[in-house]
């Protein structure tokens, strides 16, 4: 058996890769954020309105994307290498179907809008700008497949390059539409469209021209597998679901902020506080990913030991690194609403603020994310799916409401009803794994 030293190493040279391409993804929401704040904060929270809908919708299909991984990894750990063409083919088939159903219900969201007792100067701005967003799901889910594909091969790479290529083009794009076209909002939108359709396309032609996966793929034709498809669903919507009902109470959080008095600066200094944890929880994710392939590998080699081994690295990693980003968080909380280009004083007081509760739940949030990705690993996504949705609908919703409403804490309400609801999340979902990898 590995040492727990030798588990650490290989898990950062794999996961490493896909932290730096993860944050490249949530810089190029960073981007979009700051870039549009210089226009207002009215757009600011625009944005945030619409990227809280988009987003609670688009997670279900992600989590489709999040199987083929693990599904890759356990084939090559199982000596059959051959079948994860299969299963790059199949997932761009099951990403297509859900990536459908959910830019339909999308656009249900999009006429449904107006009708949300949302300040009516922001609806105007939202609207259009989701509109183009919705465009852009089905290329983001045929690059996440991709990639996902490359990532089970220990081809953490691939992705990273490819991200950083849409990240400089989403920059140019942005600066271009917004501020030269004058798009604001609109140009946003479309710059970033622009940069996930160019990103697919780059990563479809690296594989189809690879040799190694360029042999793979001639064993398969890319015809929909029925079997195929419902495996990659069966395992991947649950982990969709579970992210979905995280989002419903983060996103939830930014449509009843509009309720309060103060929404606009309110909703404005909860996004960039977001934003900010969410940069840092890439880490988490990178990690989280990285152990899904090699627990997944370890389960296909039926070694129980190794798998247990490979957990526990990961989880040691990630507590190191949110420790280290909780601190920075708190040095940093007067700077950070400065980067976004905020003037308004009560924006930048209230952003401080936030900060501070997202500086204590970074390794919470970083511990529930990696433990999703050792569980889903080990094909275990029933019981992440099931605690999460009781955790979120039965604890974090109604009580970050009664704090924000009945208590009058107004945006802090919400943040600690995070908080706990986090802490709950971790400490359940680490016995788990020690429960069931033995």
């Known amino acids: ?24 993804s949530v810089l190029m929401g960073a ?50 290498s051959e079948e994860s063409g299969q299963y790059l083919y ?9 990536g459908l159903g959910v830019s339909a219900i999308t656009e249900g969201l999009i006429w449904l809008l107006p009708y949300m007792n949302q300040p009516p100067d922001e609806v105007v701005l939202a609207v259009p700008y989701l509109r183009i967003l919705n465009l852009g799901t089905l290329p983001m889910l045929f690059f996440l497949v991709c990639k996902q594909f490359c990532d089970g091969w220990s081809d953490t790479k691939t992705g990273m390059y490819v991200t950083f290529i849409g990240l400089s083009l989403n920059f140019l794009f942005n600066y271009i539409f917004i501020f030269v076209l004058k798009g604001d909002l609109v140009g946003a939108a479309w710059a970033t469209f622009s940069a996930k359709l160019l990103m697919f396309i780059t990563i479809w032609l690296f594989i189809q021209k690879n040799k ?19 495996h990659i669903l069966k395992l991947g919507l649950p982990t969709g679901m579970q992210i979905f009902f995280e989002l419903i109470a983060f996103g939830g959080a930014t449509i009843m902020i509009g309720w309060l008095d103060n929404a606009t600066e309110a909703r404005a200094a909860h996004q960039i506080a977001i934003g900010t944890a969410a940069i ?12 899904s392939v090699r ?3 370890f389960l296909g080699a039926n070694e129980r030991s190794e798998m247990r081994q490979a957990a526990k690295a990961a989880l040691y990693l990630t507590w190191l690194l949110m420790i280290l980003f909780s601190v920075l968080m708190l040095i940093f909380q007067q700077q950070i609403p400065v980067l976004y280009g905020v003037t308004n004083p009560n924006v930048a007081e209230l952003t401080s603020i ?7 739940f970074q390794l919470f949030d970083g511990t529930q994310s990696v433990a999703t990705g050792i569980l889903r690993g080990a094909q275990d996504v029933r019981f992440p799916t099931w605690a999460t949705l009781l955790a979120y ?17 107004g945006v802090l309400g919400f943040w600690w009803g995070f908080l706990i609801t986090l802490i709950l999340i971790s400490v359940t979902f680490v016995l788990r794994i020690f429960w069931i990898i033995k």
Do not use: R
């Open 212 to 230: 190694k996966y360029g042999k793979i793929l001639a064993q398969h034709q890319f015809n929909f597998n029925k079997d195929k498809v419902l």
């Open 1 to 24: 058996m590995q040492t727990i030293s030798t588990h650490i190493k290989e898990t950062l040279i794999l996961s490493s890769p896909i932290i730096i391409g993860q944050l490249g």
């Open 90 to 98: 199949q997932g761009l088939w099951a990403s297509l179907w859900v």
């Open 31 to 80: 981007q979009d954020n700051i870039m549009i704040g210089w226009v207002s904060e009215l757009h600011l929270s625009a944005s945030a309105l619409a990227n809280s809908l988009y987003f609670i919708l688009f997670v279900i299909a992600l989590g489709v994307t999040m199987a083929v991984s693990p599904l890759v990894s356990e084939s090559i750990g199982a000596e059959k």
């Open 354 to 360: 936030l900060c501070v509760f997202a500086a204590a």
């Open 393 to 409: 609908a039965f604890i974090c919703v109604p009580f970050s409401y009664f704090l924000a409403f009945h208590y009058d804490l």
């Open 280 to 291: 840092t929880f890439m880490c988490a994710t990178g990690f989280s990913i990285g152990a």
């Open 295 to 297: 627990v997944g590998n």
